[in-house]
């Protein structure tokens, strides 16, 4: 559309090329980046292929391969957010790689310059519950064996599950018996994470905790002996507690072993000694060294030869760099990324990891740390946009209640061929999830769609987010629903005090975490003119230990947001925006996956019952084949152009292109 003097073009009808396909396509980052033998290997997301994440391999000489054409899905979903879903080494002179197939959570080998032989199962299938998946691998060649997690469920229900380090053999024999399954050591924690052995073969090192804790409230690192056989001793706890987080572990080339821990309110790196215990902190800073373990297997930090380590650390937004141990320097790597995945490989000088910037999203990065110089290797996304349409991020801090900091990214409106100014534009407030983690300002087509069109978004890392040191984490223990919900409110006031935003078109989205406090904003505030919740939390007693409606990793993660449920039951029904449907009286969207087991429809469709008859507007939209997170580029492009059909209608402009969101009453 052509603005002139009688037909003025409003903030968010600007026409844009950036459509739905496009930032749908552009979903998803690269992951779990590793080395076998000179090549690098990482999963890599794959919207247009049914939402699989494919296994890329680069060989020395820069070719990209993708061995292992749909409908293979190298996905695991131990703890349902999975984590590290495959390995590999040089065995009999030539690399086999092994992985977690999403449908059935298998592990299969297959060797990938056979590309005639297809891959082989290596685990069995179990007829229980969600029977026996695995996550953390680390390979074994000299054993013949890949160590890792394993999680396996022994009833129907979702907490019915037990969680061990084990082996499994290379040479096939458990593919159809359980018992040829080597578990590591007692299933002594509620979880744990895949052990870590040391350069001498003697000690293997791994981290567990049990409920209520969450892995950023308390860990412990435990340690064992392993005879020559593999089998492991006893295991004992070298450090850790209730409130001492241990996210990650692992062992230098000379034996020394290496742990993350928050003991001092930041993650740090430090040298712990394996048989007392004593751990000295490497870096002494207020900088994060790590970050909030979703996935198991995630890693801030390698090891490289000769006393060097290669490390992401930070306030907000982590940088790669080089720490000496011997003297406590950090030597940041060169180039334009300012934000780095927490995936790191390493071999001898050579480190991997996949960084991105507020102009370039999520990219394959080599450092060598002799010379010390970066290079791209490979990235998700070879599509570019033209840059012109792409948001200007600025980090900001805002000030809320009592005076608090509150952490945030705005991208204001950006088009080379919109009309001239319009007064205040109308924002959209995203919410991330977690509630544990944080928004990192990375190139992303999602918000240059809005952005592109006049729709201003800020991204809040509200109080609770991680990136910020334990005390800024803690702020929301027992404030779940308060402290978020105003701190977002506190963002949305700064941009409308300044004259960024306009009071009137204001919006909230979030999913999961982040749709349960766009829903409690929406149900207990006057800030937003509509909002956009995907699938959510609604109904806090549901989602409780005693509601029993989610998964069995965070199945008591309210015990800390909201407090115990034994002891504040009121709370869980004072707070859920379910109880208080008749506060909300703006427009609103809801998106869900059906095949959520994190957070289930069942959420979605009691809000509903709660809003119906009240004359609210608001449409329901649902996936199948969807779950917690959508991943499919159909769902994604519809669930984007559903958004600014909402805005449309509530802000007074009218999106070009797209078929109208139909709102029930």
């Known amino acids: ?14 026409d844009s090329p950036i459509d739905a396909a496009t930032a749908a396509a552009h979903d998803g980052s690269p992951e779990y980046v590793g080395l076998v033998g000179e090549d690098v290997w990482w999963t890599a997301p794959r919207p247009a292929e049914g939402g699989r994440r494919a296994l890329v391999r680069r060989l020395p000489d820069g070719t990209e391969q993708c061995p292992l054409p749909a409908p293979w899905n190298v996905r695991s979903r131990v703890i349902e957010y999975g984590g590290t879903p495959w390995a590999g080494a040089i065995v009999d002179g030539a690399p086999l790689i092994v992985f977690a197939h999403h449908p059935d959570q298998r592990l299969y080998a297959f060797r990938p310059d056979q590309p005639q032989t297809p891959p082989w199962p290596l685990t069995p299938v179990s007829a229980i519950g969600g029977g026996l998946r695995w996550a953390d691998l680390t390979p074994h060649a000299d054993r013949r064996e890949i160590w890792g997690v394993l999680e396996e469920f022994t009833g129907e229900g979702p907490t019915d599950v037990r969680r061990v380090p084990a082996a499994v053999p290379l040479d096939g024999s458990a593919a159809d018996d359980r018992g040829a399954v080597r578990e590591l050591t007692a299933a002594t ?31 412990e690192l435990r340690i064992a002996d392993v005879g020559a056989d593999g089998v492991f001793g006893p295991a004992r706890t070298l450090i850790g507690g209730p409130e001492e987080s241990v996210t990650q572990v692992d062992w230098a080339p000379d034996g020394s072993l290496l742990a993350a821990t928050d ?14 215990g004593e751990a000295v902190n490497l870096c002494p800073r207020q900088e994060e060294f790590g970050g909030p373990l979703w996935k198991l297997g995630q890693r801030w930090f390698a090891p490289l030869d000769h006393g060097l380590v290669a490390v992401l650390h930070g306030v907000g937004a982590p940088r790669l760099g080089l720490l000496d141990t011997a003297t406590g320097e950090v030597t940041d790597a060169p180039g334009h990324w300012t934000e780095w995945n927490p995936t790191l490989a390493a ?52 000030t809320g209640p009592g005076g608090r900091e509150v952490h945030a990214q705005i991208y204001p409106p950006r088009n080379p061929a919109a009309p001239g100014p319009d007064g205040p534009a109308p924002y959209a407030i995203w919410v991330h999830g977690g509630p544990t983690s944080r928004s990192p300002m990375v190139l992303d087509l999602e918000i240059a769609y809005f952005t592109s069109r006049g729709i201003g978004v800020a991204e809040v890392n509200y109080g609770g987010s991680t990136g910020y040191g334990r005390a800024y984490r803690n702020r929301l223990r027992e404030q779940w629903g308060v402290v978020d919900v105003e701190d977002c409110a506190a963002v949305a006031a700064g941009l409308v005090a300044e004259g960024a935003a306009d009071p009137d078109r204001l919006a909230i989205r979030g999913g999961s975490a982040g749709g349960w406090t766009s829903a409690a904003a929406l149900t207990t505030t006057t800030t937003y003119a509509c909002g956009t919740v995907s699938y959510p939390i609604l109904d806090l007693r549901g989602w409780s230990r005693e509601g029993g409606e989610t998964h069995d990793f965070e199945s008591q993660y309210l015990e800390s947001l909201v407090g115990p449920f034994d002891e504040v039951p009121q709370r869980y029904v004072d707070r859920s925006p379910v109880h208080h449907s008749d506060r909300i009286s703006v427009p609103f969207l809801l998106l869900q996956g059906l095949d959520d087991v994190i ?3 069942a959420q979605c469709e009691r809000f509903l019952a709660a ?5 609210i507007p608001h449409a329901y939209l649902t996936f199948a084949g969807e779950s917690h997170g959508f991943r499919r580029l159909e769902t994604m492009t519809a669930c984007l152009e559903a958004e600014l059909s909402l805005y449309g209608q509530v802000f007074g402009f009218t999106p070009h292109g797209i078929a109208p969101l139909e709102l029930s009453t």
Not at 195 to 216: E, I, K, Y
Not at 363 to 377: C, K
Not at 611 to 615: I, L, Q, T
């Open 1 to 14: 559309m052509t603005a002139t003097t009688e037909n003025p073009v409003r903030h968010g009808g600007w």
């Open 189 to 219: 924690h509620r979880f744990v994470t895949g052990p870590r052995l040391s350069p001498d073969g003697s000690q293997a090192v791994w981290t567990a905790w049990d409920h209520p804790l969450m892995p950023w409230d308390g860990t």
């Open 263 to 276: 003991r001092t309110g930041w993650w740090n790196l430090h040298r712990v000694d394996p048989a007392t």
């Open 347 to 398: 071999t001898g000088s050579r480190v991997i990891g996949i960084g991105g910037s507020a102009r370039t999203s999520y990219e394959l990065v080599e450092l060598d740390a002799a010379t010390g110089r970066t290079r791209v290797i490979g990235s998700a996304h070879h599509d570019t946009v033209d840059p012109a349409y792409v948001p200007e991020a600025v980090a900001r801090t805002f």
């Open 599 to 601: 957070c289930p429809p």
């Open 611 to 615: 809003v119906a008859g009240r004359g």
